[in-house]
């Protein structure tokens, strides 16, 4: 099991908000999650980024 650390990017802000765990094998697009936002204050969709 190959489990890869991803962060979660807020839609509208931008800011990167989460980090959490896939498993690469099983989960091959990207996450798109409904997460709260403490930036803008409300929840949004946030969706996974890549490692700079």
Sequence with gaps: MTKR???LECSEC???NYLTFKN???TTEKL???KFCNNCRKI???VET???
């Design 44 to 46: 949004t969709k946030h």
């Design 24 to 26: 690469g094998k099983n």
């Design 14 to 16: 931008h800011h990167i």
């Design 5 to 7: 650390q991803v962060r």
């Design 32 to 34: 798109n999650l409904n």
């Design 50 to 52: 890549k490692k700079k």
